[in-house]
């Protein structure tokens, strides 16, 4: 079994913010200030979990936030990812700009105008990449190459001779 965690020793300082924080209309303070005046008293990480309605992990991640930072804990941080992780590689990248200067026909597609969303579907029939990703993907993918990407523009072109002169609205 391991070790139970608590709350280091807190100050009279950081004992009053935090019975403020009881006060707090912010749920997310509120709970964080639960978290850490039950841990101070001992109360092992599952029972404070089971009173505060939250996962035990949760209140240990917020009790090894209030040990390292003290009251920034109470801080609502950023919930992106700290690393990314492209899901393209350099060359699948390259290779993903070759396949969108041919035409979607030539994958077996039923359209000449190729969308992020097609993409994303071909490079996974070519194995660029280990999953389906999404058409966002492909547009991050193709900026991180430099390439502009902009939405598919129809144009109506006619065989007959006349067709500009009747598309401008001239008469005889």
């Known amino acids: 079994m391991t070790q139970p965690i608590f709350v280091h020793a807190i100050s009279e300082n950081e004992r009053k913010q935090l019975k403020e924080g009881l006060r707090s209309s912010d749920s997310f303070i509120l709970r964080r200030c639960q978290i850490i005046l039950a841990s101070e008293r001992h109360e092992r990480s599952t029972a404070i979990a089971r009173s505060v309605g939250c996962d035990d992990e949760t209140v240990r991640d917020v009790i090894k936030a209030f040990n390292e ?7 609502m941080r950023s919930r992106r990812p700290h690393h990314i992780q492209a899901a393209f590689s350099p060359e699948d990248a390259e290779r993903l700009r070759e396949i969108l200067h041919q035409s979607p026909r030539a994958y077996g597609k039923p359209t000449s105008v190729w969308t992020c969303d097609l993409a994303a579907e071909v490079s996974f029939d070519q194995k660029l990449t280990q999953e389906r ?6 547009r991050a993918t193709l900026k991180r190459l430099g ?3 902009s ?15 009747k598309k401008s609205g ?3």
Do not use: F, N
């Open 69 to 75: 930072s003290g009251l920034d804990a109470l801080k």
């Open 133 to 138: 990703v999404s058409g966002e993907t492909i």
């Open 147 to 149: 390439v502009k990407w």
């Open 151 to 165: 939405r598919a523009k129809h144009w109506i072109v006619s065989p007959d001779p006349e067709y500009e002169r």
């Open 170 to 172: 001239e008469t005889d």
